[in-house]
């Protein structure tokens, strides 16, 4: 069983940063991996998806803000989190697919394992 610990959430005023990590149980190589959020009241979304071949994928919204990356070595995924905003509020959760090569996408039936989550709070 693949258990994926997320780390890295907190309280920030708008305009901070913060870097997410999830720790991986098992290896990262070859996995398509990503983050979702989802906020009180509002159905999850895909906010960013790194393919095993480096390539990788953002929602709108989150472009030229948010970094995706990986350290397959460490099997920890990283979400680097720049001029955050107050709608940026909700719970964050890793996922992760099987391994096998998938293009990097959002759709959460793409990916197998998911984390608990970590609390992001932006206030204005």
């Known amino acids: 069983q693949v258990q994926l610990v997320e780390s890295g959430g907190g309280s920030v005023q708008a305009g901070g940063s913060l870097r997410l990590s999830c720790a991986a149980s098992?290896?990262?190589?070859?996995?398509?991996m990503g983050w979702f959020r989802q906020a009180p009241g509002k159905e999850r979304e895909g906010v960013a998806a790194?393919?095993?071949?480096?390539?990788?994928k953002y929602i709108d919204s989150v472009k030229g803000r948010f970094t995706i990356s990986r350290d397959n070595a460490k099997s920890t995924l990283y979400l680097r989190m720049n001029s955050l905003k107050p709608e940026d509020t909700a719970m964050y959760y890793c996922?992760?697919?099987?391994?096998?090569?998938?293009?990097?996408?959002?759709?959460?039936?793409?990916?197998?394992?998911w984390g608990r989550g970590t609390q992001v709070t932006v206030s204005s």
């Open positions: 996922a992760a697919d099987l391994p096998h090569f998938r293009a990097a996408g959002l759709a959460a039936d793409d990916f197998n394992y």
């Open positions: 098992v290896s990262a190589y070859g996995r398509l």
């Open positions: 790194i393919a095993s071949d480096g390539n990788t």
